[in-house]
């Protein structure tokens, strides 16, 4: 008899328990595995070293939580079928198997104009095909076609299980404790009314907790302009390559697949295979690689990238001055012998942003108890308002630390 239970120790939660054989397998199967070599937040580690969990382990984590919400909704008298309990826990599972190599930081750069949520459409498609349509529940919730949207929320929304996870996970392995959420009181607390995810009116604060915690982990974490800086990095290098192979000029990636996705137009859909052999492993090889290319430009910025020697980041609210801009590639180019043209790719400006909340995304209704209902922004005395729906966005400008 195959084995039908596997229990998982996880750093943040303790034991995971998987106790469904097609859950097993989708587990085993090489286009789960590959998250494993994906790292959950790219370049992070560069300035919290222990951020190097995988997005593997960030899906098992969204999946244990699911097991969570589902038992307390049922729990609730929320009627939930095996079907569809199994097709959620699928859902969430396979919620980032789209994610290509470095995730986020690469994202449109090696396949354009293709989001990482279609790659996994793609590919829980193919699985659903190659398990005879086991996974048709599964693809159903995630793209929205179910009609329990509740279940699709949990997915995907505001207060979603995937959300729950990165956030306390992150904050676990950066050590940065502005992260931590109680996303076990916040489970305790979810319901389902008119077919709607809903939070208890007793949840309030830990969901507002939850909002400002994810907007403070954006600044201090994820929108870190060290990390910002690797990042921008990576994908100048990219860039660069693909230019100078555009031009016929010999850059040869460290694998067949990189090779690849650097060079083909073809639509994603025929290369599902060719991009599931990609992980963060051919990106960094590559750039070893290419740290002794002979292109002058590619090279500095493979060395820099694997010595740390990053760009230097300023933040601030207001766009940057043309004239600091400009004086800073009269610095680079002086320092490096290179063209105004290829300046730009060691001084350059860019936006980040982040939201708080928004009501018009995707909302959090609280349910209280007298069977009323209100957004969170509109609850009395509510820390979640109108001016934390807005976008905060940061200017930044990075460039070569010509000292270096």
Not at 260 to 265: A, V
Not at 351 to 363: F, L
Request: aromatic share 8%; hydrophobic share 40%.
């Amino acid at each position: 008899m195959p084995t039908t239970r596997k229990i998982i120790n996880d750093p943040v939660y303790g034991f995971i328990t998987i106790d469904h054989p097609l859950v097993l397998q989708i587990i085993s199967h090489p286009i789960y595995q590959r998250l494993r070599n994906i790292h959950q937040m790219a370049f992070a580690h560069l300035v919290y070293p222990g951020a190097v969990h995988s997005r593997l382990l960030h899906s098992l984590g969204a999946y244990h939580l699911m097991n969570m919400a589902l038992f307390e909704l049922k729990g609730k008298g929320v009627v939930i079928s095996d079907e569809e309990e199994l097709g959620a826990k699928l859902a969430i599972l396979l919620h980032d198997v789209g994610h290509g190599p470095f995730s986020h930081a690469l994202e449109n750069e090696l396949i354009k104009d293709v989001q990482h949520e279609t790659i996994s459409i793609l590919l829980i498609r193919k699985l659903n095909k190659e398990f005879n349509g086991q996974l048709q529940t599964a693809l159903d919730i995630f793209t929205n076609n179910y009609p329990k949207k509740f279940l699709y929320q949990l997915v995907s929304g505001q207060l979603d299980v995937d959300r729950m996870d990165y956030l306390n996970r992150d904050s676990f392995f950066t050590g940065v404790a502005e992260g931590v959420i109680g996303y076990d009181r916040i489970i305790k607390m979810l319901t389902v009314k008119d077919g709607e995810l809903m939070v208890e009116e007793k949840a309030i604060y830990s969901i507002e907790k939850f909002l400002v915690s994810r907007r403070l982990m954006y600044w201090q974490v994820y929108l870190h302009k060290t990390v910002l800086s690797a990042e921008m990095m990576l994908v100048k290098i990219i860039r660069r390559a693909k230019e100078l192979l555009a031009q016929g000029i010999n850059t040869v990636a460290a694998t067949d697949e990189l090779n690849f996705f650097l060079q083909t137009h073809a639509p994603i859909e025929e290369h599902l295979d060719a991009f599931c052999r990609l992980d963060d492993h051919d990106i960094m090889t590559t750039i070893k690689n290419w740290s002794r290319h002979t292109d002058k430009i590619l090279g500095a910025l493979c060395r820099s990238l694997m010595n740390r020697n990053l760009f230097k980041v300023k933040l601030q609210v207001e766009p940057f001055d043309e004239e600091l801009v400009n004086r800073k590639k009269e610095e680079v180019m002086a320092a490096l012998g290179i063209n105004e043209k290829d300046a730009d790719y060691f001084v350059f400006t860019g936006v980040a942003s982040n939201t708080t909340y928004d009501p018009g995304d995707e909302r959090i209704t609280i349910l209280f108890k007298d069977g009323t209902t209100k957004d969170i922004s509109k609850v009395d005395n509510a820390l979640i308002q109108q001016n934390l729906s807005a976008t905060i966005k940061k200017h930044y400008i990075c460039y070569w630390k010509t000292s270096q």
